[in-house]
């Protein structure tokens, strides 16, 4: 099946840093989803973002799908961001689920 | 905004007992999924479910999992017999006709003792 490997698996920052967050996968894929994982174990959605460039507020992504990546920018991070941020991806096999990504786990520090 | 609701938000149950987690889609979703995250790994797809039927499972939705849609409302998932490794937050999520965007919902805690 599809592999999805998120880099860097660990980030730390201070705040006021910018980061970017890498989303790889193996095969085609007809979407991709960006969500954070906030420290009571929700899952938010950040962005539905099958191809092209999307912002919001300090937040923006990039799916560049015929190259099989994904990238999460977070501009002027808060200690607010920390958390861990997941993509995932709805194949093109025929199936109808989301495959999750790895994570990557960021802590800003104040 | 339409969301997904999860209840109850956390429940501690004894090895060995029935639970059953409920979700209210957004209600004119027609795909409806399960899945589970054990504390610290990644999100992992249990199941899917469209026209009152599994479409899909994965190799961890066994025979202690079912789900079901009781009413035009709400689908449950139900484990039979929970075991300590069934320990997890279970996520429930809903997809509309002919789109792919998936709406989570805020996840229900289980921890089984």
């Known amino acids: 099946g599809i592999q999805v490997e998120q880099s860097p698996p660990d980030l730390i920052l201070q705040e006021g840093a910018n980061s970017t967050l890498r989303c790889n996968f193996s095969?085609?894929?007809?979407?991709l989803q960006w969500f954070h994982q906030n420290p009571w174990g929700q899952l938010i959605n950040l962005f539905y973002i099958p191809s092209g460039t999307k912002q919001n507020g300090r937040l923006s992504a990039t799916t560049v799908a015929t190259e099989r990546y994904s990238l999460l920018y977070i501009s002027s991070s808060q200690t607010t961001d920390s958390g861990v941020y997941f993509c995932?991806?709805?194949?093109?096999?025929?199936?109808?689920?989301?495959?999750f990504g790895t994570g990557t786990r960021l802590k800003v520090l104040a | 905004e339409p969301e997904v609701t999860q209840t109850p938000s956390h429940q501690v149950t004894q090895m060995g007992q029935e639970v059953i987690l409920r979700c209210v889609p957004i209600?004119?979703?027609?795909?409806f999924y399960w899945y589970r995250q054990i504390l610290g790994q990644k999100v992992e797809f249990l199941v899917s479910f469209y026209n009152n039927e599994i479409s899909e499972k994965s190799e961890i939705f066994d025979d202690q999992f079912s789900v079901e849609r009781p009413d035009g409302s709400n689908f449950t998932l139900k484990i039979r017999s929970t075991k300590l490794e069934d320990s997890a937050m279970y996520f429930c999520a809903s997809t509309a006709k002919g789109r792919t965007e998936a709406f989570f919902g805020q996840g229900t805690r289980l921890t089984v003792v």
């Open positions: 209600s004119n979703h027609l795909y």
């Open positions: 095969d085609s894929v007809n979407n």
């Open positions: 995932a991806v709805h194949t093109t096999s025929g199936t109808y689920k989301y495959i």
